[in-house]
């Protein structure tokens, strides 16, 4: 590694606007970009997605950061720009975020475990809120708070099912108020969405005041501003707008700034950090969660219509081991060469490649290859590619660092050169709930139908009740499918989205729509990764 003072002087940062954590971490402060960086013109901004990954994952930032150290090698000043790792896969079965192999952001471990603390702040941030909810009630409840309509949960960065049902405030009136709750997990918070929406701290601040924490016993809403709890909660989030620097394996420049999960939240990384890189770069790689049903639809209709960014190329990543998957392998057999399952799998990323054209946008497809995958699956892929005259390349990128994906880099150069994306959204954010969800499950997710629970129709009237339905949608549900349902592989048809329960996120300005059974606070496996270190 290099010491993280010379990456910044790479990017001509001023050392002013550096607070170093040790030699190889460093925050940017968030003020950098109105004080300096705001004229600059920005960079290119490609986005990097997947088809419906397996259980294993696919290796998509992995291969964000291949791209940017294989155009950084081209001669282009290129800037990664990733979530943060949560503390809940690190020890779980899916592992840390860093990437793999020869391609991977530094320090390591230092980034899956604490890194520069983004997470415990707004843990704690969070957690204060739910304190000083209960401790209103139970000094007299002044705003006259339903304690059986209360809309925070306390959060924690680590699985722990034991956790999503709990009682509190048990074994008598001292002990505070007794009632059922839960747990989430810190990156399905509300606060981690707020937080990666805001463009400054005056947006932060207000965009705090306005959470919906509960409401009265006349149905009326609560915010955290009414408990005068928000100056509190800005001292412990004074250092989180501030993007946090790092480097590649190759030394190439990292942003690494803050992340919710794609499957309960809008799993991209903040806008902060997206801006400040687009100014600071020629082009930017950036990732969103999951596969593109998912990561990609929220980063266009949410992040991009907050931020008002106009990406101008989508990277969508595919593996034969995804295609096979998707084509009814078990993971036992996943290695197996089988061009049969190929044949069945395949349009799961037909359908991904035709959703990313609906937002109006270019792409071209990785193939990441693995040391152990079939050359024939491989050509098998590009084949099918070419007959839809879709550009690929592949990457050993795992294998040989930049080397393995200097193609897909001139394929990524010579694609922004030809500029031929216009991009849309898939809704007009002025419909009703359910036009908006409706057209993200026909026209996305290949559904027939929404269907809704009685809860979720209550939700919904409440929200217009409040003229807040005019706001983003964002869908929680599994990231294994198209659909709603983990099992319902490959391109499914003739099926429905069932909508169970609606959630108003008032502060970061959106609605949550949960289908399916969607966990908030997940589970560790029966095999995880803490028994690894």
Not at 175 to 186: A, L, M, P, Q, R
Not at 239 to 247: A, E, F, I, R
Not at 511 to 518: Q, T
Request: proline fraction near 3%; include cysteine.
């Amino acid at each position: 590694m290099e010491k993280i003072t010379k990456i910044a002087q790479k990017l001509g940062i001023d050392e002013d606007y550096l607070d170093l954590y040790g030699k190889y971490k460093a925050k940017i402060d968030y003020k950098y970009f109105d004080d300096k960086l705001k004229n600059n013109k920005d960079g290119k901004l490609v986005l990097v997605t997947a088809v419906n990954p397996t259980p294993l994952g696919e290796g998509k930032t992995t291969q964000s950061i291949a791209l940017s150290m294989g155009l950084n090698k081209l001669g282009k000043k290129s800037i990664v720009a990733l979530r943060e790792p949560s503390l809940g896969p690190v020890f779980g079965i899916k592992g840390g975020a860093i990437g793999g192999g020869k391609v991977t952001v530094e320090p390591g471990e230092d980034i899956n475990l604490h890194f520069t603390g983004d997470f415990h702040a707004i843990t704690s941030a969070n957690n204060l809120l739910c304190a000083v909810l209960e401790n209103h009630i139970y000094q007299g409840n002044s705003l006259n708070i339903d304690v059986n309509n209360i809309c925070i949960k306390r959060v924690m960065d680590m699985n722990d099912r034991a956790l999503r049902s709990v009682i509190v405030g048990v074994n008598g009136k001292t002990n505070g108020v007794e009632y059922k709750t839960g747990f989430d997990i810190t990156v399905a918070s509300e606060i981690m969405a707020i937080c990666c929406l805001a463009n400054n701290k005056d947006e932060l601040k207000e965009m705090l005041s306005n959470i919906t924490v509960a409401y009265t016993l006349d149905k009326k809403p609560v915010y955290a501003k009414d408990l005068k709890v928000v100056n509190a909660m800005m001292a412990l989030l004074k250092d989180v707008l501030s993007p946090n620097l790092v480097q590649t394996s190759e030394n190439t420049p990292a942003i690494i700034h803050l992340g919710p999960f794609a499957n309960i939240a809008h799993g991209c990384n903040s806008i902060i950090a997206t801006k400040m890189a687009l100014k600071l770069s020629d082009i930017v790689v950036t990732e969103a969660g999951f596969g593109a049903d998912l990561g990609a639809e929220k980063f266009f209709d949410i992040k991009c219509r907050k931020a008002n960014l106009k990406p101008d190329l989508v990277v969508l990543v595919v593996t034969t081991k995804a295609i096979k998957y998707n084509g009814g392998v078990k993971i036992e057999d996943i290695s197996n060469k089988n061009i049969d399952a190929l044949k069945s799998g395949i349009a799961n990323l037909g359908k991904h490649i035709e959703n990313i054209k609906k937002f109006g946008m270019d792409l071209v497809v990785c193939i990441n290859k693995y040391e152990n995958d079939f050359d024939e699956e491989i050509e098998y892929i590009e084949k099918y590619l070419n007959d839809k005259n879709v550009k690929s390349n592949v990457s050993t990128a795992y294998m040989d660092g930049s080397d393995g994906i200097l193609d897909l880099s001139k394929t990524v150069i010579e694609k922004l050169k030809e500029n031929n994306s216009n991009f849309k959204y898939i809704y007009d954010v002025n419909e009703t709930i359910k036009e908006k969800m409706y057209d993200i499950a026909t026209k996305i997710y290949g559904a027939s139908d929404v269907i809704y629970k009685d809860k979720a129709i209550e939700k919904i009237k409440e929200i217009e009740n409040l003229k807040m339905d005019k706001l983003p949608i964002c869908v929680a549900k599994t990231p294994m499918s198209l659909s709603d349902d983990k099992n319902l592989l490959g391109c499914p048809k003739d099926f429905n989205i069932t909508i169970k329960d609606v959630r108003l996120y008032s502060g970061a300005g959106f609605i949550v729509l949960y289908a399916g059974n969607i966990l908030t606070m997940p589970g560790l496996g029966k095999k995880s990764k803490y028994e690894e270190f």
